[in-house]
T-cell receptor, first 114, second 117 residues
Framework: AQTVTQSQPEMSVQEAETVTLSCTYDTSESDYYLFWYKQPPSRQMILVIRQEAYKQQNATENRFSVNFQKAAKSFSLKISDSQLGDAAMYFCAYSVDSSYKLIFGSGTRLLVRP | NAGVMQNPRHLVRRRGQEARLRCSPMKGHSHVYWYRQLPEEGLKFMVYLQKENIIDESGMPKERFSAEFPKEGPSILRIQQVVRGDSAAYFC???????????????FGPGTRLLVL
């Protein structure tokens, strides 16, 4: 069974600094997609970044980038120049190519200190 | 282009009542997914629907829960005879095509917070 694990229930970062959120997953599939979603206090789910497993290049979206290590089944999110608005729950998610369900981790709460 | 819309945003029911949650996908999206988020947990897949068809309901509880996505109108998630354990946030997501095999992404609505007293 596919699982997604986020081992950091909570992380804290100083404003303008960099923070990395960890995510590991378990799968026997070769084709799949990985996502990071942000859930602010409004609880709206916002897509931050996505990565196709067949792509070796790490995805980047402005201040957000991932470190995708396929062999290690690791998919960490790096947030550079952290801003107060980045404070939220962050969920890592996985979807296998032959399916459509998103499988979510338990989330990491990010606190940003001014 | 309006995003995924869900209503109501908040719903309070007493035990034994029925809850009906509505989801209008983004314009041009014909695939709808429902997820449930219990307090302090991640989202869990419930059901995947296309217009007039249930494709996968493997995440739905076997009793009291049902979903539909009619040809016209929003998708409906119905919970009959609600119990306190049904209290959760219910999220709907939509995509223009199935997530698999393409470049699609699921776009989420703001969720409906169901509280069962």
């Amino acid at each position: 069974a596919q699982t997604v694990t986020q081992s950091q229930p909570e992380m804290s970062v100083q404003e303008a600094e960099t923070v990395t959120l960890s995510c590991t997953y378990d799968t026997s599939e070769s084709d799949y997609y990985l996502f990071w979603y942000k859930q602010p206090p409004s609880r709206q789910m916002i897509l931050v970044i996505r990565q196709e497993a067949y792509k070796q290049q790490n995805a980047t979206e402005n201040r957000f980038s991932v470190n995708f290590q396929k062999a290690a089944k690791s998919f960490s999110l790096k947030i550079s120049d952290s801003q107060l608005g980045d404070a939220a729950m962050y969920f890592c998610a996985y979807s296998v190519d032959s399916s459509y369900k998103l499988i979510f981790g338990s989330g990491t709460r990010l606190l940003v200190r001014p | 282009n309006a995003g995924v819309m869900q209503n109501p945003r908040h719903l309070v029911r007493r035990r034994g009542q029925e809850a009906r949650l509505r989801c209008s996908p983004m314009k041009g999206h014909s695939h709808v997914y429902w997820y449930r988020q219990l307090p302090e947990e991640g989202l869990k897949f419930m059901v995947y629907l296309q217009k007039e068809n249930i494709i996968d309901e493997s995440g739905m509880p076997k009793e009291r829960f049902s979903a539909e996505f009619p040809k016209e109108g929003p998708s409906i998630l119905r919970i009959q005879q609600v119990v306190r354990g049904d209290s959760a946030a219910y999220f709907c997501a939509s995509s223009p095509r199935p997530l698999a095999g393409g470049q699609e992404t699921q776009y989420f609505g703001p969720g409906t917070r169901l509280l069962v007293l």
